[in-house]
């Protein structure tokens, strides 16, 4: 029976193997054929017939195993050993032979040595890197073979190219590491004496210099306070002179070299010179001495040894400093609040610092006391400045600003609320009627346009057939005053305001009284967005009022309620409700009325067909003469990163702004609404859809198109409120406290 011809069953050792290269051993150098390969394996990389090959790494295992190559586990740790070598000097008087202390360092990473030796003063021997970071071998016989981390420990002696090297001590981490490795370290030893330093040190003791080198070390204090500054408000009291007055200064003690600066505050209008500084940068002696000559005080006296004609005069030092004169200067302890500087003869007070140096001092010194000190009079009120009169020419703002400078400048506009609001959107459209006994004007329409960016009004009254009166342009859009104020007066004029609009006010706009009628629909839900601007709309304040009625009316509403819906559906007409409010005498105006009924009312909005709408917009774009389709498409791709076919509204919204689609605003965001999934749309369907190249729909009616051709927020009149839900009405008013004024309270229904 044959086993199978697999690896193990069979004594062809090819079996299995892939790697058949031939190591390359002969090669011609200068010509002639040379031997090169005595280190090279055989085929496939197998060891020849007594062939040894010298390890390249380590006798840890590169790249094997799941751990971290070496390079990257041992990076940056090093072995540091503490060593000595004894040199022989043959050609010296007081020597025969010197130790030379030196450190070891082994680089795990690659199993690199590296030796320094330290650097000694007045050895007379170069020092510093004696050996270079690199692979040392070991000594012969077998030099074919490098040093490892398990050729160190203490107490022996190394081999390190000729010269023998021994291992007294290692640092702490050396010692955990060879120890978590296995290795029995040897007990520390210790550097033979060095006969010729140690005579060295004993002629260096016994030497008194004539000039000894005295070292003020003030390093330390540099780097600790560089660039820390106690800073303190003084005050010197410079009346006593004359032509003098108080003098209000900053003093600046700089930690880093105890100096002290002092700047000079003059106020406006002071009359003096600014100077840089009142006190450079210096040390600050408490005594006032007189200033010396230069060569005047020095550190130490000078002795006259010799001094004859014949011979060459001598100068010693004196070493116990008869001469030195010991100045005392201000330091950080001697600066508190209140206490006084003597500035060079001038009484300077302390009177406040800073947030850092109370820090300072509390750390420091434990102080907790940095009461100001008031050393002056507090300053006298400034006078109020009184505006004339206005006289009338040009506009109120711009005669004032004649006031406030000789070369006037415009008045400045309100730019961030002009750029916030100053969209088209962003007007409140009220229609309204002119409040007179004319019979002929009582019939007039007008709308009145509110504008949010500069509280701007424009009046336009709107057409009538037969009436015999133009219509148009009422009013130009500006600014309107609001009526009863003086002309001629110093104080501004009021002016009409957002808040004064509403309906059921009585606006005079230029003398003519408009009474407020209704509002668009997006008058008010902008009105009740911004409830905290808009009183009369916010419906918090219109169920308060409610709430505090007295029990007596509160009753009464409550019966009126009941009566009116005899079927218990829960629902009456709005103008049941508009009567009954207004025949209590609630308090609430026409515009919270309105606001009352659309908060608890039952409104549905009509449902416009896609395909309308889709038909509606290929109409615009062909009258329009839009073809761009292809180009539309490109723009949806690149800015689809994900290639999903879909992007958000905002994106879709862009693009089509982009290329200037030429689609009314209500039609496109109703479009985008309508494809919308989400917050995303099919970008392919909407394309398709509005593409009346390819897919063209029918042809639509002129009043199809009048539908989204005018903004319905233009329009007067908002949606009409018919039902009213007046068992939530009821339920909110008279069930919750009496205190909310929260217009989120009422949920509208």
Same mark, same amino acid.
């Given at each position: ?98 130790? +030379? ?5 082994? *680089? #795990?990473? !690659? @199993? =690199? &040595?590296?030796?320094? /030796?330290?650097?000694?003063? %007045? $050895? ?122 108080? +003098? ?5 003690? *700089? #930690?880093? !070299? @105890? =100096? &002290?600066?002092?700047? /000079?505050?003059?106020?406006? %209008? $002071? ?479």
């Amino acid at each position: 029976m044959a086993l199978p011809f697999l690896p193990g069953n069979s004594p062809n050792k090819q079996l299995g193997k892939e790697r058949f290269h031939k190591s390359q051993h002969f090669n011609h150098s200068s010509g002639l054929p040379l031997l090169v390969g005595y280190e090279k394996p055989g085929i496939g990389g197998e060891l020849l017939f007594g062939q040894m090959i010298t390890p390249k790494y380590s006798v840890f295992p590169k790249e094997q195993g799941r751990d971290l190559p070496s390079w990257v586990a041992f990076d940056k740790k090093i072995l540091c050993f503490e060593a000595f070598f004894q040199e022989a000097v043959p050609a010296a008087q007081h020597e025969t032979y010197r130790i +030379r202390k030196c450190r070891i360092y082994f *680089h #795990l990473e !690659d @199993d =690199t &040595i590296q030796v320094v /030796e330290p650097e000694y003063k %007045n $050895s007379g021997i170069p020092q510093g890197r004696f050996i270079h970071r690199q692979r040392i071998p070991l000594p012969p016989p077998d030099d074919d073979h490098f040093y490892h981390i398990y050729h160190f420990n203490l107490n022996q002696q190394m081999v390190l190219y000729s010269r023998t090297f021994t291992v007294i001590d290692c640092d702490s981490f050396t010692r955990n590491f060879l120890t978590k490795l296995g290795v029995i370290l040897n007990n520390p030893a210790t550097v033979p004496d060095d006969p010729y330093s140690k005579h060295r040190e004993e002629i260096e003791k016994s030497m008194k210099p004539l000039r000894p080198y005295e070292r003020c070390d003030t390093l330390k204090q540099f780097l600790d306070h560089d660039r820390e500054v106690l800073r303190f408000n003084c005050f010197w009291d410079d009346t006593e002179n004359m032509f003098a007055d108080p +003098r209000e200064l900053t003093l600046h003690y *700089h #930690l880093g !070299d @105890d =100096t &002290i600066e002092i700047m /000079e505050i003059n106020p406006a %209008n $002071s009359g003096r010179d600014t100077v840089p500084k009142f006190l450079r940068r210096s040390k600050l002696p408490k005594n006032c001495a007189p200033v010396k000559q230069p060569g005047q005080t020095t550190d130490r006296t000078v002795l006259n040894v010799i001094a004859s004609g014949s011979q060459e005069q001598h100068y010693m030092l004196d070493s116990l400093k008869t001469g030195a004169v010991h100045d005392e200067f201000y330091k950080d302890c001697d600066l508190t609040l209140g206490g006084e500087v003597n500035v060079w003869g001038r009484r300077v007070i302390l009177t406040d610092c800073d947030d850092f140096t109370k820090d300072y001092y509390r750390s420091k010194y434990g102080k907790e006391d940095f009461t100001p000190v008031v050393c002056k009079a507090p300053p006298a009120p400034i006078p109020e400045r009184r505006v004339p009169p206005y006289n009338g020419f040009g506009s109120e703002e711009d005669s004032l600003s004649y006031c406030h400078r000789l070369l006037p400048k415009p008045p400045q506009k309100d730019f961030y609320k002009f750029m916030e609001r100053s969209d088209v959107i962003n007007v409140l459209n009220f229609s309204a009627k002119m409040v007179t006994t004319n019979p002929d004007d009582t019939q007039r329409v007008f709308t009145i346009s509110f504008f949010l960016s500069d509280d701007s009004i424009c009046v336009f009254e709107q057409p009538k057939k037969n009436s015999g009166i133009v219509s148009g342009k009422f009013l130009k859009r500006g600014r309107v005053k609001k009526p009863g104020q003086e002309l001629f007066k110093s104080e501004p004029s009021e002016y009409f305001k957002a808040q004064d609009l509403y309906v059921g006010a009585t606006l005079c706009l230029s003398g003519v009284h408009f009474q407020v009628l209704d509002a668009t629909e997006y008058t008010f839900n902008y009105m009740e967005q911004h409830a905290e601007e808009f009183p009369e709309a916010n419906v918090g304040n219109v169920l308060s009022k409610l709430r505090s009625l007295p029990e007596e009316k509160q009753s009464e509403i409550r019966a009126f309620l009941t009566l009116s819906d005899p079927s218990g559906t829960g629902f009456i007409s709005y103008e049941s409700l508009r009567g009954l409010l207004t025949g209590l005498g609630c308090g609430l105006s026409e515009h919270e009325v309105l606001v009352l009924g659309r908060s608890f009312s039952q409104r549905e909005q009509p449902e416009v067909d896609v395909g309308l709408m889709l038909a509606v917009a290929q109409d615009f774009l062909k009258k329009n003469h839009f073809e761009d389709f292809p180009h539309m498409e490109r723009a949806f791709t690149q800015r689809d990163q994900h290639k999903t076919g879909r992007l958000s509204t905002k994106e879709t919204r862009t693009i089509c702004k982009a290329v200037h689609l030429p689609l009314p605003e209500k039609l496109l965001a109703s479009l985008l609404g309508k494809f919308a999934d989400g917050d995303e749309i099919d970008y392919h369907a909407f394309l398709a859809g509005i593409n009346w190249v390819e897919n063209n729909a029918s042809p639509v009616l002129p009043e199809d198109r009048l539908k989204f051709e005018v903004d319905s927020r233009s329009n007067g009149g908002g949606a009409a409120v018919e039902s009213v839900n007046f068992s939530s009405l009821l339920r909110d008013v008279f069930s919750s406290p009496s205190n909310s004024g929260d217009p989120t309270s009422a949920t509208s229904t």
